[in-house]
């Protein structure tokens, strides 16, 4: 550390700062209220984390513009980000963290596997855990009383994902990949089920790992099978991965899986995903409620949105707002049975908590890669589980 002697311009400002405070301590101080937010900062994920992040500040930016009270005290709130690296381990660091910082609410994880890991801390401090991106039916199976989130799940995309592939794509036989994730085995398994019982012929089933890069082996197996839809449990920058190797083996099928309508997708597939298709929890951009949330984004962040997980971060940065305003309180335990008792209109649709902390109602999209665009085929709502 440099130390220096204070000269007496720094001299002058520090006595001007110290009669500042004297002169106004009359007038009543405002309080903070800090609200946790939990997500991969940095890594191949750190762009959605990023964003999400700077939808979560707009959300509290927006709250603090409402000018919010407390028992008559006006109060801020303010945002603290952690970086938890999509990693399970750095998660519960980052949860325990949030606990010993006392915060009111916790918009967060990113991550299926991070959120369930980080649940187990959230739990015992009694901290709600409101996650905009996290979609495996685990995270909520698990019936903690602190665990909720604002986007569909996945025991209800992987049906849909598979209805389409036997409805719409009518494909008869299907080779299933997944990553060993809570995510991307989960949905696997729920594709797997609805196909199943449509008496369609799995040909094969693949594993593989969040960290491979070469899957040469698996879909060479899966061409000798001849495959006519492959679907990827998995995330979007291992798909594109996929997809660019289907192609250079001379395979035709059609991928299909959950979360790939991005730009990362498209730029690891750079041409070859052509008919990929995916679902994804939420309505297509252009029809959701608040079709101004985008304009809004760019003008404050001087940045083009990329992903689709922002509007959901700043429902969620809003479900904790309401709640602590609705309990009157900043303490986590107050703000967490406010959680539960959510109803509110969203960026994203409508807001409530069943027993289990899934969206009451909750909607999905079907998309389909036409070009470099990613076009809605199919829109629907699930009630419940």
Request: with cysteine.
């Amino acid at each position: 550390m440099n130390w220096r002697m204070p000269t007496p311009k720094h001299f002058f400002a520090g006595a001007l700062f110290a009669f500042g405070g004297l002169w106004c301590q009359g007038a009543p101080a405002q309080e903070g209220v800090q609200i946790g937010f939990a997500a991969p900062l940095t890594g191949p994920s750190a762009a959605d984390g990023k964003e999400m992040e700077n939808a979560a500040l707009l959300a509290i930016e927006d709250a603090n513009d409402r000018h919010p009270k407390i028992a008559g005290r006006s109060v801020s709130f303010e945002l603290v980000p952690l970086d938890d690296q999509a990693d399970t381990r750095v998660a519960s660091q980052v949860a325990q963290r949030f606990a010993d910082m006392s915060v009111a609410g916790v918009v967060g994880h990113f991550n299926s596997g991070c959120s369930i890991v980080a649940s187990n801390v959230y739990d015992v401090a009694q901290i709600a855990e409101v996650s905009p991106s996290s979609t495996s039916a685990a995270y909520t199976l698990r019936r903690k009383k602190s665990s909720f989130r604002v986007v569909g799940q996945d025991a209800v995309a992987g049906a849909e994902l598979g209805r389409y592939i036997v409805e719409n794509l009518q494909a008869k036989r299907v080779a299933i990949i997944d990553d060993r994730t809570d995510f991307g085995a989960g949905l696997a398994d729920r594709v797997s089920d609805f196909i199943t019982q449509r008496h369609v012929a799995i040909v094969s089933r693949e594993y593989v790992t969040d960290k491979t890069v070469d899957f040469s082996a698996v879909l060479t197996r899966i061409r000798s099978r001849n495959a006519e839809v492959v679907v990827f449990g998995g995330f979007e920058a291992q798909a594109g991965q996929v997809v660019r190797r289907m192609r250079s083996l001379g395979m035709s099928a059609t991928l299909a899986g959950e979360g790939f309508n991005n730009n990362t997708f498209l730029n690891l597939a750079r041409g070859d995903g052509e008919g990929t298709i995916t679902v994804q929890p939420g309505l297509p951009p252009g029809k959701m409620p608040a079709k101004d949330f985008s304009s809004r984004y760019e003008a404050r962040f001087k940045a083009k949105l990329e992903g689709f997980q922002a509007p959901y971060a700043y429902d969620a940065t809003s479900v904790i707002v309401q709640a602590v305003l609705a309990a009157q309180s900043a303490k986590a335990a107050n703000v967490l049975q406010a959680v539960m008792k959510t109803r509110m209109d969203g960026l994203t649709g409508p807001i409530a908590f069943d027993a289990n902390g899934d969206l009451a109602v909750s909607r999905y999209t079907v998309y389909r890669l036409t070009g470099d665009r990613w076009v809605d085929a199919k829109v629907f709502v699930a009630h419940g589980r």
